[in-house]
C-alpha cells in the first residue's frame, strides 16, 4: 500500500501520484438492510458496522478464508439510524471489548461484544448522537445535534 507520509507541498512534483490501481476491494459485508453510516477496527477481534436499519453488526474473519468475514452478532436496541460508534478494547469487565453506538433516537447504548447485549443506555440529549468517544479513563464522551 503507498504511504501518504512523504506527500507535501513541498515534494517533488515530479513525483508520480499513487495509482489507485494499487488499491483493491479485500471484502465485501452483506447483512444491513439500510446504509451503512460508519465501520470501524477493533484491533484483530473484528469489524463493526452502524447503519440507517437500525442495528450494529458485528463482523470476524472467516476462520480459514482470511480475507473473509462472517456475521457474528446483530446488536439491535436503536430505535431508528444508527451512526455514531466506537469501539472499546478488551478490558478486565468486557474481556472482548465493547462497542459504543449512537444514533437518531438520542440514546447512546453500550455493548457487551461477548454476549451481544445492551448493558447500559445513556439518555440526556434530545436529538441525534453525532460523535462518540472514550477517553483514557474509560469515560464515555459524546456529541449531538442538541441545541441547548
Not at 484483530?44 to 436499519?53: A, H, K, L, W
Request: aromatic residues 8%.
Amino acid at each position: 500500500m503507498p504511504s501518504f507520509a512523504n506527500f507535501s507541498p513541498l515534494a517533488d512534483v515530479r513525483r508520480p501520484a499513487p495509482l489507485m490501481a494499487a488499491y483493491h476491494l479485500s471484502a465485501q459485508l452483506h447483512g444491513h438492510g439500510g446504509d451503512v453510516s460508519r465501520i470501524c477496527i477493533c484491533g484483530d477481534v473484528g469489524v463493526p458496522t452502524s447503519s440507517s436499519d437500525g442495528t450494529v453488526r458485528f463482523w470476524t474473519q472467516h476462520p480459514e478464508k482470511k480475507c473473509e468475514y462472517v456475521l457474528s452478532k446483530t446488536l439491535a436496541g436503536h430505535f431508528s439510524f444508527v451512526g455514531a460508534m466506537v469501539w472499546a478494547p478488551p478490558s478486565d469487565r468486557f474481556p472482548e471489548g465493547a462497542i459504543v453506538s449512537g444514533g437518531m433516537d438520542t440514546l447512546v447504548l453500550l455493548w457487551n461484544l461477548h454476549t451481544g447485549e445492551v448493558v447500559g443506555t445513556m439518555k440526556g440529549h434530545t436529538s441525534q448522537v453525532t460523535g462518540l468517544a472514550i477517553d483514557d479513563n474509560g469515560d464515555i464522551i459524546s456529541s449531538s445535534m442538541d441545541c441547548l
